[in-house]
């Protein structure tokens, strides 16, 4: 998979006492691209909120320790396929939340790919909603006017997801205008009752990892992403919990964004609490790594041989672990 210029970055922290959530969210920008020569999934139907197909991947997907060959496409969301389970791995985009904007054939089209390019990144499956009508809600009247370009992409060897948007009207009367206030999925991965997902502002958004709480998940962005923002779920394994981390544990990283180095600044006292930190890159392979005795309350780590992307910092705590998101430009 070609590297993607960043000019956005997910900054967040979180402290750890319980459940381990396996993945990170960060975002990005590029140009968005329309399939080419795709393969039809809604063919002229017009579908729905309830629409719903089974697709074989080629290749097999691993989604929190279980391995998919197949997953199920949604209407704006995406179910990992397991006979038998109780679809407790999930991907929702804008989950029931769209719609065909067709009255007597279809006007948006529902398609897939298979991106076998020769690279060491593996086959890259891509899922497209073109020209979407937005539902926006099962109280809410839909606006006509109102569409989105939405793309998935389940990235093979590495085992990233990534949601890539396109071109949009979302009118100011509509809920995916504003998510904040709307008892809806928003857009989030769901890992058994868990979820991590973006919050706040849709282009350049923080995260948030939460609880579904009977099955029903808040936490939303509050504004529709722009053209070309790319979400990224990365397989890099956090711990989570309900404590604020500043309360209890500080941990520092600048210049963030980077082009050559970055200092992670610990507090003194805390020092003696930190057992090892480690820095991953977005295919979750260890790049650098540190342990007592070589800790300090000031580390240098020399980023300057790595290529430019998205890599997680873990501080490892007695108590539990510290990620921050580091950007190399």
């Given at each position: 998979?070609?590297?993607?210029?960043?000019?956005?970055?997910?900054?967040?922290?979180?402290?750890?006492?319980?459940?381990?959530?396996?993945?990170s969210f960060s975002y990005s920008s590029a140009d968005f691209t329309d399939l080419d020569n795709p393969l039809e999934l809604s063919g002229d139907e017009i579908w729905s909120d309830d629409f719903y197909r089974l697709i074989d991947l080629g290749f097999e997907?691993?989604?929190?320790?279980?391995?998919?060959?197949?997953?199920e496409v949604r209407s704006g969301g995406v179910d990992f396929y397991e006979v038998g389970s109780s679809r407790?791995?999930?991907?929702?985009?804008?989950?029931?939340?769209?719609?065909?904007?067709?009255?007597?054939?279809?006007?948006?089209?529902?398609?897939?790919?298979?991106?076998?390019s020769p690279t060491d990144a593996g086959a890259i499956f891509k899922?497209?909603?073109?020209?979407?009508?937005?539902?926006?809600?099962?109280?809410?009247s839909n606006i006509p006017e109102d569409f989105l370009d939405l793309q998935v992409w389940l990235h093979e060897n590495s085992n990233i997801i990534s949601i890539h948007f396109g071109a949009s009207q979302i009118s100011a009367g509509s809920l995916l205008h504003s998510l904040v206030n709307a008892s809806v999925l928003g857009i989030k991965l769901l890992v058994d009752n868990t979820f991590i997902g973006p919050v706040g502002n849709g282009t350049m958004p923080?995260?948030?990892?939460?609880?579904?709480?009977?099955?029903?998940?808040?936490?939303n962005i509050n504004s529709y992403p722009s053209d070309g923002t790319i979400y990224w779920f990365t397989p890099a394994p956090i711990m989570v919990s309900t404590t604020q981390v500043d309360e209890l544990f500080n941990v520092?990283?600048?210049p963030n964004p980077t082009r050559d180095k970055v200092v992670v600044q610990l507090l003194p006292n805390q020092l003696p609490?930190?057992?090892?930190?480690?820095?991953?890159?977005?295919?979750?392979?260890?790049?650098?790594?540190?342990?007592?005795?070589?800790?300090?309350?000031?580390?240098?780590?020399?980023?300057?041989?790595?290529p430019a992307g998205i890599y997680t910092l873990i501080v490892y705590h007695e108590s539990g672990m510290v990620t921050k998101e580091i950007v190399k430009k």
């Open positions: 998979m070609k590297l993607l210029t960043l000019s956005f970055f997910c900054f967040f922290s979180i402290l750890a006492f319980g459940q381990e959530i396996p993945y997907f691993e989604v929190a320790g279980t391995l998919f060959d197949r997953i407790s791995r999930r991907l929702f985009s804008f989950y029931r939340l769209l719609e065909d904007r067709g009255t007597t054939q279809s006007e948006s089209p529902i398609t897939y790919q298979v991106d076998n899922i497209e909603w073109k020209n979407a009508g937005v539902v926006a809600g099962p109280d809410a923080s995260s948030v990892v939460d609880f579904c709480d009977p099955g029903v998940c808040y936490q520092s990283v600048y609490e930190v057992e090892m930190i480690r820095l991953l890159n977005m295919q979750g392979q260890m790049v650098w790594k540190a342990i007592q005795p070589e800790l300090s309350s000031s580390i240098n780590i020399d980023l300057s041989e790595l």
